[in-house]
T-cell receptor
Framework: EPEVTQTPSHQVTQMGQEVILRCVPISNHLYFYWYRQILGQKVEFLVSFYNNEISEKSEIFDDQFSVERPDGSNFTLKIRSTKLEDSAMYFC????????????FGPGTRLTVT | AQKITQTQPGMFVQEKEAVTLDCTYDTSDQSYGLFWYKQPSSGEMIFLIYQGSYDEQNATEGRYSLNFQKARKSANLVISASQLGDSAMYFCAMRESYYGQNFVFGPGTRLSVLP
């Protein structure tokens, strides 16, 4: 069964450094998402991406964040200058076109900012 | 205001018993979708069940069913015949509007199944 993959599974970085989290969505999916989950808290929407542009973003997704689909398969989240409070699990998700389809989540990347 | 409310931070259920996890939502849209996800201790998010706002019948997927009460804006998850492997966090989520992209998640309920 096709699945969303994410790399790395765990990333440790120093405050102020840039990180890029990578995702490979399911190949026939058209909508892509990034979420974050701070340890023990709920899943928070960051951004959705469709047709090579951001379709929605939350207040969390400020100028420090950017997303890109550099080729036909990868979908990346970049954090320009990480802060301690960026430490969280970051989930990528994708879904097919059509309103009734669920999102399929990747296994997540645990980001630790020290 | 909270879009998704899950009032039970933790629940216990005996193995083989049924359990209901509560979810209420807030939206002014007429067309929306409701989803339940399971997050085991390993961390991944697993889709369980979906209910569209215009669906007249409650959704069912194996041991999972969704008790959808539109007038009360509730979408409770019912797990029948609980198994030890059902122990996990359960999140209720909503996609507002027919073409909306934003999925809003509730705070989750931690379910523990006792042997």
């Amino acid at each position: 069964e096709p699945e969303v993959t994410q790399t790395p599974s765990h990333q440790v970085t120093q405050m102020g450094q840039e990180v890029i989290l990578r995702c490979v969505p399911i190949s026939n999916h058209l909508y892509f998402y990034w979420y974050r989950q701070i340890l023990g808290q709920k899943v928070e929407f960051l951004v959705s991406f469709y047709n090579n542009e951001i379709s929605e973003k939350s207040e969390i997704f400020d100028d420090q964040f950017s997303v890109e689909r550099p080729d036909g398969s990868n979908f990346t989240l970049k954090i320009r200058s990480t802060k301690l409070e960026d430490s969280a699990m970051y989930f990528c998700a994708s879904r097919q076109a059509g309103a009734d389809y669920e999102q399929y989540f990747g296994p997540g990347t645990r980001l630790t900012v020290t | 205001a909270q879009k998704i409310t899950q009032t039970q931070p933790g629940m216990f259920v005996q193995e083989k018993e049924a359990v209901t996890l509560d979810c209420t939502y807030d939206t002014s849209d007429q067309s929306y979708g409701l989803f339940w996800y399971k997050q085991p201790s390993s961390g991944e998010m697993i889709f369980l069940i979906y209910q569209g706002s215009y669906d007249e019948q409650n959704a069912t997927e194996g041991r999972y069913s969704l008790n959808f009460q539109k007038a009360r804006k509730s979408a409770n998850l019912v797990i029948s015949a609980s198994q030890l492997g059902d122990s996990a966090m359960y999140f209720c989520a909503m996609r507002e509007s027919y073409y909306g992209q934003n999925f809003v998640f509730g705070p989750g309920t931690r379910l523990s199944v006792l042997p």
